[in-house]
């Protein structure tokens, strides 16, 4: 099992896919490859295409697989690109896994950006190599498109106030550390948000897991998994 991120519900993944010789799978968020080592371990004839934005999870992905890897190859890109590669096209696929949503190594690592401890930097990008990062959307972007991110994929019913308390914030200082975003909830929330937010980041994240925040401008709604942090991520 790779310490990178373990993978849930692995046993029913491979109940449900039932892989069989000579099937072409797909994993569409790889991550560290925990889901495909046990779709691979399985089935000793079948294939699997691994794709993923993150080169850091690819990397894993491919020390994990490295015992199957003439019958693995690999993608870097977003699930939804992936449908353009001339194997998937031309061929199609038998069966296809889509595990949606961050990681917990990405929630674990400051530098990633993603969970909202103090002091941590708001890139929240799923490939850090791309130029527009969570900071980037929350100085850009105008209140009307803002609205629509919190209210849309962060299911944010204050979405409105947000939007505008972002907007009059930056004004006067860039948004650029998660205390700046956590704050801007704080007051758009209330009084109650704001106590709860000066007792401790365990209290915000336990709320925050009852009201995910999601800056995403993608086609997908992340799950709520009981006990994982809330995180933010671009789409981009």
């Known amino acids: 099992m790779s310490e990178y991120h373990a993978p849930v519900l692995v046993d029913e993944v491979v109940g449900l ?10 994993d569409g968020t790889v991550g560290a490859g925990g889901h495909s080592l046990a779709i691979l ?22 020390r994990t697989l490295r015992t199957h890897g003439h019958r693995v190859r690999f993608i870097r890109a977003r699930f939804d690109e ?14 296809a896994l ?12 400051d530098d990633r950006g993603f969970a909202f401890r103090r002091g941590v930097v708001l890139d929240m990008r799923m490939d850090p190599e791309l130029p527009a990062d969570a900071g980037s959307l929350l100085n850009e972007a105008d209140e009307d498109r803002l609205r629509q991110v919190f209210r849309e994929y ?13 907007v009059k914030r930056r004004r006067t ?13 704080g007051t758009a929330r209330g009084a109650g948000a704001r106590a709860a937010c000066s007792q401790g980041r365990a209290q915000c994240r336990g709320r925050a897991r009852r009201h995910r925040l999601s800056l995403s401008g993608g086609s997908h709604r992340e799950a709520r998994v009981p006990g994982v942090e809330s995180s933010v991520h671009l789409p981009v």
């Open 41 to 62: 371990d399985a089935c000793p004839g079948c294939r699997l295409v691994a794709v993923d934005r993150d080169p850091e999870a690819l990397n894993e992905a491919r």
């Open 173 to 185: 200082e860039p948004f650029r550390t998660s205390d700046q975003l956590v704050a801007a909830m």
């Open 17 to 26: 896919l039932a892989p069989a010789n000579g099937q072409l799978l797909f």
């Open 82 to 95: 992936a449908a353009s590669d001339p194997e998937i096209r031309d061929r199609g696929l038998d069966g």
């Open 98 to 109: 889509l595990d949606l949503g961050v990681s917990s190594h990405q929630l674990d690592a």
């Open 154 to 166: 962060g299911e944010e019913l204050r979405a409105r106030r947000l939007a505008r308390e972002v």
